[in-house]
Every structure is written in C-alpha cells, then in structure tokens.
C-alpha cells in the first residue's frame, strides 16, 4: 500500500498542476460521454418515430417491388393472401397499395405516389382517421412538406393522373382533407394518400396491395408465396449505418481531444522525472526496486485519470442531466435539414457501459502515457541520479 499512498500524496503535493491535467482529461472524458449518448439518443429517437409511423413490426413487400426504384411501381401489386388478410381484418396489420400518378397544382406537373391506407387502421401511429368522415368523393391526405413543395392547403382541390391495372390512364380531381405535420419525410415528400378501398376502385385492383406492414410486437406468420418480409433490421439499416459513419467521423475529435491530454500528462511526467532525479536516487539507495519506482511513477501519472474522472462529475453531470431531460432543440427548418426522420428535439441516451467504459479509456490511456517516461527509471543508476545525472 505504500506505493498508492505516495503516488497520492505527491499528485496532491503538486497543487495546480496536477488539477490543470485533471482539466483538460476531464474535457475528453465529458465530451465523449456528450457526444455518444447524442448519438445513442438520436439511434433509438429516429428508430422510435419511424418505427410507430412507418415501419411497424416489419414489413412484408409483393415480389418485385424496390421503394429505391420508380419502376417497379407501377406492376408492384397483388392480392393479399389470407395469412396477412386475418391479421389486417384483426387489426394487428394494414395492407397498403401504391399507385405512381402525376398531379398539376397550379398548372405545374409533379410526379407523385398515391398511397391508399384504411382510414381506421391502428397498426401504425399514422393520422389516417382524416381520411373517413370528409364527406369528399376522393379525399386525400397530405404532409407539411409536400403541401409546401406543391402550394396546397387544406380545401384545395388537385388534379391527379394514374395508369390502372389494365394499362389505361385516367384523371380525377382530388381533395385535400388534411395536412399532417410529421418529422418521418418518407411519409410525406411527394404522396398522397388516400382511403385504401377508394384507391382500389380507382386503380382496378381490388383486395390488391404493395405491402402489408405489422403492428408492433406483432409476430411475422413466415413465409408466404410472392411476398417478402422485412424486418426492422433491415428497414432500419440505412439510417444506423448513416449514424454510425458520423459516430466514425466524430471519433476523429475525440482522437484530438485524447492526444492533447495526453500530450499534457507525458510532458507533464517526463519532467517531474527529471527534476526529481535525486528523489528517485535515494529511494533507490534505500532499496526501493527499480520496478517499484516505475510503479510509483506510473501510477502518479495514472492518477490523473481519476481526478479527471471526478472533477468530471462534478461539473459534467449536471451538464449531461440538463441535456438529457431538455434535449437538443431544433426548428422545423432544421430537422428537415437533416434529410431523415428528427424530431424538434434530440434527447440524449447515457447507459453505465458507456460511462464505465470511456473511464477505463481514459484511466488506461492515461496510465500507458505515464509508464513511457517512467521506463527511464529502469535503466538509472543510483549514483547517477543522486549526482543529479539521468545516464
């Protein structure tokens, strides 16, 4: 115990120095905590929304359709076989049909998707009641963001063009019941939708669908002949790999942050080493090992790593508590800025094994850095040092 006790008292003894590398450690150790649990926060935040709005339970697509492909659209239906037809009709699924169309607001032409959901659904967390009750012949719902990008509102009335099943094109007026606002863009951008049976009747397809979506927790019957099913692994995959490539690039600053400590504690520890050459000479002529002295200093310079922990309590924790319970707030304009599903706010995720494991990173780093220097000590001699001489 004497070791840890000297390596104590010495780190103490050197007043504003030792807290000036507890400073810049603490720094690092806040900052990575910050910015993973940001991360963290924004994984299961937009893996939540899309989840209850879009992607349910899973999927299952009619062969043949790919969302990455306007091409398929067109021949991207079938009829719903009855292993997922029970589930619609309990209410644990909802079939959705798309039909590729073109709108003319205001005399422009714009390529749309029609997209037909039966307005009292409840597999998904999507406002499509605005849909039944309107009292419109076509009744058609909207997004915030396709309302803007087509100047239409509330009321208004659209003329929308589509190929049915058989080939042949047709033309009807439809009207805007509601505009939603949602943070999920891949509900919204360039769609309308519409009630599910209406759409059928309109594009030739009844008791046809593009796909069929699962409630939550609702568990896929398997297989099916012409469909295939896609799990929330592989929905959710393109917006966790997004995340993961910035997780990768903000490594970079913590690898700055990292080496600038570190920097700090080696320069630090090289020249306690040689102002106290002569300490460490008369240890050694007392019989101190060589190994213990590296020990003593090795772990002096380990020590930085703890107070930089606990000075980054004192002052991170209420930081990262006021973040976790507020968030990071954005504008609308700013959420859609990010080119996925945000919400207003970004709310932080900090688990144990986040904050264990960037401690111990920080203790290890730092005690790697200490023992370079150190490793002098090994090949002083005591009468070197005692002279005041590092041979």
């Known amino acids: 115990m004497i070791i840890p006790k000297l390596a104590l ?7 504003i120095k030792t807290w000036l590398n507890a400073a810049v450690l603490s720094m690092a150790f806040v900052t990575i905590i910050g910015a993973q649990g940001l991360y963290r926060g924004w994984d299961a935040d937009i893996s939540r929304i899309m989840t209850a709005a879009e992607y349910g339970g899973g999927q299952y697509w009619v062969k043949g359709f ?9 021949d991207a239906h079938a009829a719903v076989p009855p292993a997922l037809t029970e589930r ?35 597999a998904l967390e999507f ?17 915030n ?47 309308i939708w519409m009630p599910l049976q209406t759409l059928r009747k309109m594009a ?10 699962l409630a939550k927790d609702i568990p896929a019957p398997g297989a099916i002949p012409g469909w295939d099913f896609k799990g929330l692994d592989l929905l959710l995959k393109d917006i966790r790999d997004l995340i993961a490539a ?3 690039g903000g490594s970079i600053v913590y690898v700055i942050l990292m080496f600038l400590a570190m920097l700090a504690v080696f320069d630090t520890q090289l020249l306690s080493i040689w102002r106290r050459r002569k300490e460490i ?3 050694m002529a007392m019989g101190v090992t060589r190994g213990r002295a590296v020990a003593l200093f090795t772990l002096e310079g380990g020590l930085n790593g703890v107070f930089a922990a606990l000075l980054g309590a004192v002052w991170g924790i209420p930081l990262l508590a006021y973040f976790a319970k507020h968030g990071m707030t954005f504008t609308s304009e700013q959420a859609d800025s990010f080119g996925m599903a945000v919400d207003k706010g970004i709310f932080p995720v900090y688990g144990a094994g986040l904050v264990l494991g960037t401690t111990f990173l920080v203790f290890a780093v730092t005690l790697i850095v200490s023992y370079l220097p150190a490793r002098k000590i090994s090949r002083l001699k005591a009468t070197d040092a005692l002279r005041g001489r590092m041979s």
Not at 66 to 74: K, N
Not at 132 to 142: D, T, Y
Not at 204 to 213: F, K, L, N, Q, R
Request: charged letters at 20%; aromatic letters at 4%; zero cysteines.
């Open 9 to 15: 008292r010495n780190m103490l003894g050197a007043g």
């Open 66 to 74: 790919d969302p990455y492909d306007p091409f398929t659209l067109q």
């Open 281 to 283: 000479g008369t240890m």
């Open 88 to 122: 619609v009709e309990a209410g644990k699924a909802t079939a959705l049909l798309y039909v590729p169309a073109t709108i003319y607001p205001g005399g422009r032409i714009r390529s749309v998707v029609l997209k037909g959901i039966e307005p009292g659904q409840k």
């Open 246 to 248: 910035k997780q990768i």
């Open 204 to 213: 030739g397809m009844p008791g046809e669908a593009t796909m069929v979506t």
């Open 127 to 143: 406002p499509s009641s605005a849909l039944a009750g309107s009292g419109a012949e076509l009744p058609a719902l909207i997004g």
């Open 145 to 191: 963001r396709m309302a803007k990008a087509a100047g239409l509102a509330k009321g208004d009335t659209v003329t929308a063009r589509w190929r049915d099943a058989r080939g042949s094109y047709d033309a009807r007026d439809l009207t805007i019941v509601e505009v939603m606002r949602t943070s999920v863009q891949s509900i919204d951008e360039g769609q």
